[in-house]
């Protein structure tokens, strides 16, 4: 029997949820639909008996992925929707080929969160038919109609050894390109047609600076327990066991969504997260931290005109502040991020159940479009879940062939990321299901 709908997702913290809430809603109106994600091993039956009659993508911009993320999971099919995860660019990405979409990835539906995304992608190319507003599936669980969903402080310290008594400050960090050998942020360079070495350095240096900060402050401060949040992108290093190893009241935590721990903090500080804009539909504040300036060409828009803090002094001082003004303005946030009475994830099932009864929009797999079977990835991918189902490191297994064994431990570690236990899905889908009515 044909899936109505299959949703592939890349980075678990950031999008499992919102997808998860998407599915509940497509099963209460009486569809089919499955979450995978993008390195889980192929299935057959998804070019066969169950191949999916709409693909929900986690990013689509150009023909490679389409080809990646459409083609080598089920085929061909052209009723493509992309939700889109990065919307939030720099003023020189967003006027970039890359980000504005390429090639038959103009002919997928690409979701906008906001008008400003919109009428950006309308600019470079895009049809109006293709580039719907449909708000922010992420920010639905900040509205008052999932009043009660997330876990309250003293649940979450409890969960997590924090003490509850104690201030709890989050820092949300964005430092992936930090983690990143060289020779990784030269493909990336290469893959996206912009050199990004000198952002690499700047996510060094920041993060070796910000990191000196907090070393500085919760010395003098263990009254507070200060939780680094890790980009999903971000990989745990040295610099971060090395901190949490001297100061007792650091804790790296990637566990559970970002909104549950902006819900819960006593305070908040970011580096150029999009997720300032859920600690604003949080009705929360937050601290900008720039020990040093991000290159124009990098850092988002929605942040230009924002007050930063530069300084140690200037970070010590603010957070003594009670209640801090929140330091972007509120015009630019809700141009990016659509409100409306209307939740966004009831608004994106619209979307889908329209894409699902009529016939597509375009035709990206038509004209333009030559699809390839990447053999190798799909042999590798089948390897790699054996590996990690036997919990077996490749850089072990493939000590006799370092090349292989560090291309295999990558992806394996990717595998190992994304992963989330059957009892743990089965739980978040019981606690999201009460909300969908």
Same mark, same amino acid.
Not at 107 to 121: D, H, N, P, S, V
Not at 274 to 300: F, N
Not at 362 to 376: A, I, K, Q, S
């Given at each position: 029997?044909?899936?109505?709908?299959?949703?592939?997702?890349?980075?678990?913290?950031? #999008?499992?949820?919102?997808?998860?809430?998407?599915?509940?809603?497509?099963? !209460? !109106? *009486?569809?089919?639909?499955?979450?995978?994600?993008?390195?889980?091993?192929?299935?057959?039956?998804?070019?066969?008996?169950?191949?999916?009659?709409?693909?929900?993508?986690?990013?689509?911009?150009?023909? #490679?992925?389409?080809?990646?993320?459409?083609?080598?999971?089920?085929?061909?099919?052209?009723?493509?929707?992309?939700?889109?995860?990065?919307?939030?660019?720099?003023?020189?990405?967003?006027?970039?080929?890359?980000?504005?979409?390429?090639?038959?990835?103009?002919?997928?539906?690409?979701?906008?969160?906001?008008?400003?995304?919109?009428?950006?992608?309308?600019?470079?190319?895009?049809?109006?038919?293709?580039?719907?507003?449909? *708000?922010?599936?992420?920010?639905?669980?900040?509205?008052?109609?999932?009043?009660?969903?997330?876990?309250?402080?003293?649940?979450?310290?409890?969960?997590?050894?924090?003490?509850?008594?104690?201030?709890?400050?989050?820092?949300?960090?964005?430092?992936?390109?930090?983690?990143?050998? &060289?020779?990784?942020?030269?493909?990336?360079?290469?893959?996206?047609?912009?050199?990004?070495?000198?952002?690499?350095?700047?996510?060094?240096?920041?993060?070796?600076?910000?990191?000196?900060?907090?070393?500085?402050?919760?010395?003098?401060?263990?009254?507070?327990?200060?939780?680094?949040? !890790?980009?999903?992108?971000?990989?745990?290093?040295?610099?971060?066991?090395?901190?949490?190893?001297?100061?007792?009241?650091?804790?790296?935590?990637?566990? *559970?969504?970002?909104?549950?721990?902006?819900?819960?903090?006593?305070?908040?500080?970011?580096?150029?997260?999009?997720?300032?804009?859920?600690?604003?539909?949080?009705?929360?504040?937050?601290?900008?931290?720039?020990?040093?300036?991000?290159?124009?060409?990098?850092?988002?828009?929605?942040?230009?005109?924002?007050?930063?803090?530069?300084?140690?002094? &200037?970070?010590?001082?603010?957070?003594?502040?009670?209640?801090?003004?929140?330091?972007? &303005?509120?015009?630019?946030?809700? *141009?990016?991020?659509?409100?409306?009475?209307?939740?966004?994830?009831?608004?994106?099932?619209?979307?889908?159940?329209?894409?699902?009864?009529?016939?597509?929009? &375009?035709?990206?797999?038509?004209?333009?479009?030559?699809?390839?079977?990447?053999?190798?990835?799909?042999?590798?991918?089948?390897?790699?879940?054996?590996?990690?189902?036997?919990?077996?490191?490749?850089?072990?297994?493939?000590?006799?062939?370092?090349?292989?064994?560090?291309?295999?431990?990558?992806?394996?570690?990717?595998?190992?990321?994304?992963?989330?236990?059957?009892?743990?899905?089965?739980?978040?889908?019981?606690?999201?299901?009460?909300?969908?009515?």
């Amino acid at each position: 029997m044909a899936l109505d709908f299959l949703i592939l997702y890349e980075h678990t913290v950031r #999008e499992y949820e919102s997808d998860l809430l998407l599915k509940l809603e497509l099963e !209460r !109106r *009486g569809y089919t639909c499955e979450i995978r994600q993008l390195l889980d091993r192929k299935k057959l039956k998804y070019f066969t008996w169950a191949k999916p009659k709409v693909l929900v993508a986690s990013c689509m911009y150009d023909n #490679e992925a389409l080809n990646s993320h459409v083609y080598n999971n089920i085929g061909r099919c052209n009723k493509v929707v992309n939700l889109h995860w990065e919307q939030m660019l720099s003023d020189t990405q967003e006027d970039a080929p890359w980000f504005n979409m390429n090639g038959s990835a103009k002919k997928c539906i690409q979701t906008c969160w906001g008008k400003r995304t919109a009428a950006r992608l309308q600019a470079h190319g895009m049809e109006e038919k293709n580039t719907p507003v449909t *708000g922010a599936v992420m920010m639905d669980f900040l509205r008052p109609e999932f009043k009660g969903y997330f876990k309250d402080k003293a649940a979450l310290c409890k969960e997590f050894g924090l003490a509850p008594e104690k201030q709890l400050h989050l820092y949300i960090s964005s430092f992936g390109y930090a983690s990143m050998t &060289d020779a990784e942020v030269e493909e990336l360079s290469r893959m996206a047609g912009t050199d990004f070495r000198a952002f690499a350095h700047t996510n060094r240096i920041s993060m070796a600076e910000t990191l000196r900060w907090f070393d500085t402050y919760l010395g003098a401060h263990p009254e507070v327990e200060l939780v680094y949040r !890790r980009h999903p992108s971000e990989w745990k290093c040295k610099a971060l066991d090395d901190l949490a190893a001297k100061r007792p009241n650091f804790h790296v935590i990637f566990a *559970g969504s970002v909104k549950e721990w902006i819900v819960a903090a006593d305070s908040i500080s970011i580096w150029m997260s999009t997720a300032i804009a859920e600690v604003y539909m949080a009705g929360k504040s937050c601290h900008i931290l720039r020990p040093y300036p991000i290159q124009h060409e990098y850092d988002p828009v929605i942040y230009q005109g924002a007050h930063y803090l530069t300084t140690y002094e &200037d970070f010590a001082a603010a957070m003594a502040q009670p209640e801090p003004p929140f330091p972007i &303005d509120k015009a630019v946030i809700e *141009g990016y991020f659509d409100q409306s009475p209307t939740p966004a994830y009831r608004r994106m099932c619209d979307l889908l159940e329209d894409v699902y009864r009529n016939p597509p929009r &375009d035709t990206p797999m038509d004209e333009g479009f030559t699809p390839h079977c990447n053999v190798l990835k799909f042999f590798a991918l089948w390897g790699v879940h054996i590996l990690f189902f036997f919990r077996l490191a490749p850089k072990k297994v493939f000590a006799w062939c370092p090349k292989l064994a560090d291309f295999a431990q990558r992806i394996y570690g990717y595998v190992e990321k994304a992963y989330i236990p059957p009892v743990e899905r089965k739980a978040m889908e019981a606690r999201i299901r009460p909300f969908v009515k």
